[in-house]
């Protein structure tokens, strides 16, 4: 079987603490690798070497650094099937779908090539007699990121990239269910002429992370994952000093008006509700269609399409709809969730409990399912379900819609299908969520612009990718300077205002 490794200062290294993670193909359901869980000493290993080079690093000029993105750019381009095997076979996610992970992340590698623009820093002149003041965003030093499972390419890009860009050394500790993609993108920055030590990819648990986040060194931690998880780094990171910002779990709400175009929602739906096996932060796992009619009509349209969906291993052509879930347990607790649905009394109108695959009998698939009729008290309505159910909550009024996804203690996304201008305006200006959709079933915003949710989906000042990330990779410092020719004889001892 495949030992993984670790990537430290440029080097594939084997684990040495003893401890290793299964690594499965959800398709088959069969251990195909195993992965080093790092210990203390490992992580040592790597923040001395990121330590070590970095301050060179941060010395090479930002179009310099620039170009090594470029260059890792069109590696990402040269080795994009290869790359999206690897990750279709350790995730489950259609060949397709793996292809749209990598290229979602290497659009932010694009992003960070705007890095001289971007560090510029702002200058005044004269602002005093003699006296100039200017501004310059330095990096940080080194940086971590913790990474979840269901985007393997596209989060640590959205993470090492600018982290790179500023200046900074990287460690990445990725998800331990699927770890190849990440070695293998470290290696193509390697390849893209990064020097030794500013990316290093170290796997494992919590053991890791603790590392991570008790090092001295390490000045910042990006963090992407589940809720409970992010509050504990959250909190941790920052009661050590360190610049955090962690990114959780998500229950988002589609409310469909009653003028929407019902077969364009009912398609969107089905995307955003069952695409990647419902394994998205920004799938939509709640559709609210507003008023009885809508609802009937709505469900209508949907059933017969959930019913063709095509649930297949990637390997059997790229109009598969979605594949396994990642692993026996997310299986287990998807549909232990589901029969908390029926047992609360909600009507589940697709029920995919008994769906099997021959010749896959053993892999990790979830049918497709559909709840109607659920109320917010519910199981199913309250937890993210990760997987391929649906829950219809039938609204009588836009308040009452707009509540729900006021009401939910999650925030990251939602969208609303309507043509009304008026009804959309006041959507996307009152909704406590951080990214909108209007007639967009998954308003994923582009590199250029940031992402984050509100509320329990995210913790800390600054989004992912866009400006806000170059803020995030870098602190600033401001000069005030005076030239002698401006200086009057005799101290100052007072704080007044600038001649
Ligand atoms: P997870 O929280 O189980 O794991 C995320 C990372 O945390 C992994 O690297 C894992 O090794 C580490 N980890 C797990 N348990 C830990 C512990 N006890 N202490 C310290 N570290 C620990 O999440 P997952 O299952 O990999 O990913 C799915 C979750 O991620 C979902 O909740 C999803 O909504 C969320 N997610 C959010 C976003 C976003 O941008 N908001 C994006 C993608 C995924």
Redesign the pocket.
């Known amino acids: 079987m495949q030992e993984l490794t670790h990537f430290i200062n440029g080097e594939h290294v084997k684990g040495t603490s003893g401890r290793f993670a299964d690594v499965y193909n959800p398709a088959t359901g069969e251990v195909q690798a195993k992965v080093p869980l790092a210990n203390k000493a490992e992580m040592d290993i790597a923040v001395a070497a990121a330590q070590a080079a970095q301050p060179a690093w941060a010395a090479v000029n930002p179009q310099r650094r620039a170009r090594v993105l470029m260059k890792f750019v069109d590696l990402l381009n040269r080795d994009m099937d290869k790359l999206a095997e690897a990750l279709s076979r350790e995730h489950g996610k259609t060949f397709p779908d793996a292809k749209g992970d990598i290229q979602r992340g290497l659009e932010v590698a694009e992003y960070c090539i705007a890095a001289p623009q971007m560090l510029k820093g702002e200058y005044t002149d004269a602002a005093g007699p003699g006296i100039d003041i200017y501004s310059m965003r330095q990096a940080l030093g080194v940086t971590a990121g ?6 393997p390419a596209m ?1 640590p890009m959205w993470m090492f990239a600018p982290a790179i860009a500023c200046g900074n050394a990287f460690i990445l ?5 699927d770890p190849s993609v990440p070695l293998m993108l470290a290696e193509l920055l390697e390849e893209a002429g990064l020097p030794k030590g500013i990316i290093q990819v170290v796997n494992g ?2 053991e890791a ?1 603790d590392a991570i986040l008790y090092d001295p060194i390490i000045q910042s931690v990006g963090f ?4 409970p ?1 992010a509050e ?1 780094i959250y909190g941790t990171g920052c009661a050590q000093g360190k610049r955090v910002q962690c ?4 229950k988002n709400h589609m409310i469909i008006m009653p003028d929407a175009d019902l077969d364009q929602a009912a398609d969107a739906l089905v995307g955003a509700g069952y695409g990647a096996a419902g394994e998205r ?1 920004m799938a939509i796992s709640v559709a609210v269609p507003v008023g009885e009619e809508t609802a009937d009509k709505l469900r209508d349209k949907l059933i017969p399409r959930i019913e063709k969906l095509k649930i297949a291993p990637y390997t059997a052509g790229d109009d598969v709809d979605y594949g396994p879930v990642v692993t026996k347990a997310a299986q287990e607790n998807i549909l232990r969730l589901v029969q908390t649905g029926v047992d609360q009394g909600a009507d589940l109108v697709v029920d995919g409990r008994d769906f099997s695959l021959q010749g896959y009998e053993e892999g990790f698939f979830v049918g497709p399912h559909l709840f109607d009729n659920v109320t917010k008290d519910m199981d199913i309505y309250k937890t ?1 379900i ?1 997987g391929p159910v649906l829950s219809m909550v039938r609204a009588q009024s836009y308040e009452e819609a707009l509540g729900l996804a006021m009401d939910h203690e999650y925030g ?1 996304g939602t969208a609303i299908y309507t043509r009304d201008g008026d009804t959309a305006r006041d959507f996307a200006n009152r909704v406590n969520v951080g990214m909108v959709g209007v007639n967009v079933p998954i308003p994923v915003p582009l590199a250029y612009h940031t ?1 984050g ?1 509100w509320k329990k ?2 913790f800390g000042d600054l989004n992912q990718h866009g400006p806000d990330s170059f803020k995030f990779y870098t602190r600033t410092k401001t000069v005030t300077s005076r030239w002698p020719s401006g200086i009057k004889e005799g101290g100052e001892f007072h704080f007044k205002q600038m001649d």
């Open positions: 913790i990474t979840p499972f269901n985007f989060i500790k990725p998800s331990e269910r648990d919590k992370v992407v994952g589940s809720t998880i504990y990114f959780g779990g998500a932060c993210e990760f990251n992402f949710g989906s995210a």
